[in-house]
Structure formats: structure tokens, C-alpha cells
């Protein structure tokens, strides 16, 4: 124990430079030019939504546009695209639910403004902060893997969550197109451990860049190289809903799958993969 102590402690100092950049950007960038009324309420929020739409607008052209899209090979459903009516239907119902959300905060302020912690005093330590994210993470895979079952049950999937799965070809705007109940409770299951990590609002700030990113692409219908593969929720919206009982519980968690590694509603997707590459293995072969 006393060599992970000192080893703890030898990262926290090497890691004292950064942290002072750290403290230095939150103070000048973040708390000078804001109020307590916009870090507490907004802050996460509109950084959401500025990465989100910076995300979702190219990805909309790109989907009326193929032939413009230098990312096009690695499209995983070939030749799958969303109708301007479909297109249209879904900013719609995402722009509700964003509104609302913002909505929902501001009602929310005098009831968690002495909850949270918006200055820099108080704010985590670098370090401290990467390991909130990614206990954050692995929060997030459970409670939205646990969310996300639920919402394959039948009430709710046919009264809630239906929504979501009408997009079989996903795109970045899918990432925000839910039922607003489904919408609340899936944002619910996202930031229950950051609150449960620490009050300041850095840490949601921060896992909400990652939640962002990560939804974006797990919606964005491309195999990018360099990225978390994509395959694995486009394959749930291909395939998944609960009608369809072999697939009905199949890829259900977020980032590291871990649920569907416990409790094998991974397999299901893994297998079909390998039966899907090996019969094009033999067609290929006999057309060599």
C-alpha cells in the first residue's frame, strides 16, 4: 500500500504543471467571464449543444450529399440515408428536447444552487478529474444499460422508446431524438455518478464533453478509424427492437459495454457478424 501511495502521490506531482493550467483556464475563461447563474444551469448544457450541432449540421449535409462526404467508404450501412421528411420530424423533436432540458434547469436553480460548486476553489485536481471521468463512464454503462433494458420492456418501448428506434440508418441528430421521457431518463442515467463523484460543476462539465462525443459517434453510422467503433449501437438500431426477440436486448450499454459482456447481450451481435462475414467469405470464393 505504500508503494501505491507514493506512486499516487509522485502522478499528483507530476501532474502539477497541467493542473496549474487547469485552474488558471477555469479562473480566466470560465468563472471571470460567467455568472453563478450560467455555471450552474448552463454551462454543460451549452456546451452540449454547441458540440452537438457543430456535429449534427455536417452530418445532415452529408447525408443529402454522399457524394461530398470524404468519410463516405467507411459508411457502415451502405446506402442508407434519412428522407428530408424523416430529417426534418427528428430536429424537430430534438430541438423540443433541448429546449426542454434548458427549461428544467432553469426551474431548477434556487433548489441545487447551494448544492454546487462553481468557483475555483473546490475544483478537482487534474488528476482527480481523469478519474472521475472515467469512474463516470463506467457509471454511465451500467445505469444506461440498466435505463435502456427497461425501455426494451413492451410499455415502454411501444409508448417511449419506439422513437428512437424509428431511425434504422443512424446519424448524429439520432444521438438526441428520443420520446422526451425517454430523453429525461436517459440524461438522468448519464450524470448520476458525476453527481455522486463531486458537487462541482467542472465534473459534469467535463463528462458532458465526453457523453457528447461519444453518443455522436456511436450514432454517426460511420466505422471512422481512430475511433470507439460505432458497429455495435448501429447494429442495435439495424436490428434491435421488441418485436424482434432474438435481438430485442442486444448491445443495450454505452462506451465499454460492460453489461452486455456480463450478461451476454453482446454475443448475439458477435455472432451475427461472423456468420455475415463468413458467408461473404464463401461468396467471394466462388465467384473467385
Known sequence: MEVVSEAISGLYAYADPLNERWVL?????????????FRTCMLSTAT??????????????????PQLNPIERWKIQKGGYLTLEKTASMISLVLFNQAMTVGIQYLLYDTVKDQVITETDGLPHVVTMGFYMFLSMIGYD???????????????YYNCHQTHHTVKHTTVLTAAYFHPVDYILTTLSAF????????????????GIILVLESSNAHCGFRIPFTPDSRDHD???SHSSYANVKYR???????????????????????????????????????N
Open 25 to 37: 483556464f477555469w479562473q480566466t475563461a470560465v468563472v471571470d467571464n460567467t455568472t453563478e447563474w
Open 249 to 287: 436486448f442486444v448491445n443495450m450499454g454505452a462506451f465499454f459495454l460492460i453489461c452486455d459482456r456480463l450478461f451476454g447481450t453482446r454475443e448475439p451481435c458477435l455472432k451475427w457478424w461472423r456468420e455475415t462475414e463468413a458467408e461473404l467469405a464463401e461468396t467471394n470464393k466462388k465467384a
Open 48 to 65: 452540449f449543444l454547441v458540440i452537438f450541432w457543430m456535429l449534427a449540421v455536417p452530418a445532415v449535409f452529408v447525408n443529402f450529399f
Open 142 to 156: 451500467v445505469f444506461f444499460f440498466i435505463v435502456h433494458c427497461l425501455m426494451h420492456t413492451k410499455w415502454l
Open 192 to 207: 448520476i455518478t458525476p453527481a455522486l463523484l463531486s458537487p462541482h460543476v467542472a465534473v459534469q462539465w467535463c463528462f
Open 235 to 237: 447494429f442495435h438500431h
